[in-house]
Nanobody
C-alpha cells in the first residue's frame, strides 16, 4: 500500500521560509514523476515542483528562484524548501507520486501552508 505522509506546513509571515517533507512507503514500482502540488481555496490543484522521469526538477513559474525540491533516496523522502514566501503561496500542499507506465497518481493527505501579509 502506497503511503505519502507530508509534514512541515504552518503559519509564516511574508518573506519567511518553510520546509515541507514527504515520507513515502510502499512504492515498489517505477516512478514516472514525484513532486509537490498545491490547492488554494476556490482554485484548482496546480503543480509546484516535480522531479520528472529523467530526474530533472521542474518548477511552476510562480515559484522559480524561491522554492527548491530535493530528495533523500535513503530516507524515501522528498522535500520542498520554500523561501521568500508570499501570501499567494497560501494553500494546502500535496505530495504526489505518479506511477509508470499507467500514470496512476498517489497523493498524500496534504499540509496547510499559510502566509500572512
Amino acid at each position: 500500500q502506497v503511503q505519502l505522509v507530508e509534514s512541515g506546513g504552518g503559519l509564516v509571515q511574508t518573506g519567511g521560509s518553510l520546509r515541507l517533507s514527504c515520507v513515502t512507503s510502499g512504492i515498489f514500482f517505477v516512478i514516472n514523476a514525484m513532486g509537490w502540488y498545491r490547492q488554494a481555496p476556490g482554485k484548482e490543484r496546480e503543480l509546484v515542483a516535480v522531479f520528472t522521469s529523467s530526474g530533472t526538477a521542474d518548477y511552476a513559474d510562480s515559484v522559480k528562484g524561491r522554492f527548491t525540491i530535493s530528495r533523500d533516496i535513503a530516507k524515501n523522502t522528498v522535500y520542498l524548501q520554500m523561501n521568500s514566501l508570499k501570501p499567494e503561496d497560501t494553500a494546502v500542499y500535496y505530495c504526489n507520486v505518479q506511477r509508470r507506465p499507467t500514470r496512476t497518481n498517489y497523493w498524500g493527505q496534504g499540509t496547510q501552508v499559510t502566509v500572512s501579509s
